[in-house]
């Protein structure tokens, strides 16, 4: 899978194309992209997918957006339902007032596109006025095809990445992994921290996050750390550690590995948030935060453990 991040970084002669911000890959973006990917090598053609950054409603709204991927996660999730090229596109105010066909025009001059596969509610283009028919309307001119996939529901209603983002809001988990098809992780190298955990026989693992993410409520959680191709047990705390630094305004992402003992200042770690434990609190004594660590640890081996 190639990653670019502009259109003026690639020229392909011909390509099947589908256009969305795809925030979070979930199972109902994974109907369109696998259909995409299908059809694309059916015709010994790259399947290429046009995402944004940052989140168009947050450019044209004002409104802070956090997604539930970087740019880079997205494309990793693509690039492994089959997809061949990614183009993340800066969303800029300029970018929202280009008309339709000429936004069409730029990406046939660039990506080739013979044809263009959208979700049921895709529009883009100046007062999003290119909908399908606007857009099968251009295609006839500039030589490319159109075709709209249905929404994906289940018994919750259509999977969206608006409805999953609130549930990673409130901490609800499982039921996050359940529309994404995966369970939601934060990623980052593992950095120093106090150093405090090694004083109660705790070490943690300080997680650099992009702050840019979807962030789980403050709390404890049960979760798999992934370091390469091995995965471990870990409790983890994300917050402002209020027992000993009620000051702090940046939630901290800490994990305490369990059966672990190594040196990994500088890995990348990967933390997939299973279950929420319980909300954080600050103790009076260290003696409390030391026994409550001891079941909060007991929880996670059982919860893992089934």
């Not at 280009?98 to 100046?126: N, T």
């Not at 990445?161 to 992994?177: C, H, P, Y």
């Not at 705390?237 to 994990?255: H, V, Y």
Request: charged residues 20%; aromatic residues 6%.
């Amino acid at each position: 899978m190639q990653h670019f991040h502009s259109l003026e970084e690639i020229n392909l002669k011909n390509s099947h194309l589908t256009i969305g911000v795809f925030d979070g890959v979930h199972r109902g973006h994974c109907e369109i992209i696998q259909q995409l990917v299908q059809n694309a090598h059916a015709q010994n053609v790259p399947a290429a997918v046009l995402t944004f950054e940052p989140h168009p409603a947050s450019v044209l709204t004002g409104r802070e957006i956090r997604c539930l991927t970087t740019p880079d996660e997205r494309a990793d999730l693509l690039g492994a339902l089959g997809v061949d090229v990614v183009v993340t596109q800066r969303f800029t105010p300029d970018l929202s007032t280009v008309p339709a066909h000429e936004y069409m025009s730029r990406l046939k001059a660039r990506l080739g596109m013979s044809h263009l596969l959208i979700g049921y509610d895709f529009a883009l283009g100046k007062g999003r006025e290119g909908n399908a028919p606007r857009l099968a309307e251009i295609g006839s001119e500039l030589g490319y095809s159109v075709e709209v996939i249905p929404a994906l529901s289940d018994e919750s209603g259509v999977i969206s990445s608006t409805e999953i983002r609130k549930l990673v809001a409130t901490g609800n988990m499982q039921e996050a992994a359940k529309l994404l098809g995966y369970p939601y992780s934060m990623s980052g190298e593992v950095i120093h921290g106090a150093g405090r955990g090694k004083t109660i026989n705790f070490p943690t693992a300080n997680v650099d996050y992009a702050k840019t993410k979807a962030t789980p409520p403050n709390g404890i959680y049960a979760c798999w750390a992934r370091l390469g191709n091995e995965r471990f047990m870990a409790a983890t705390n994300i917050g402002l550690n209020p027992t000993f630094t009620p000051e702090r305004q940046i939630p901290s992402l800490e994990a305490y590995l369990l059966d672990f003992d190594r040196d990994i200042y500088g890995e990348s770690m990967t933390l997939e948030f299973m279950v929420r434990l319980r909300d954080e609190i600050r103790y009076t004594t260290v003696e409390a935060l030391i026994k409550q660590i001891h079941e909060d640890v007991d929880q996670t081996r059982t919860i893992l453990s089934q």
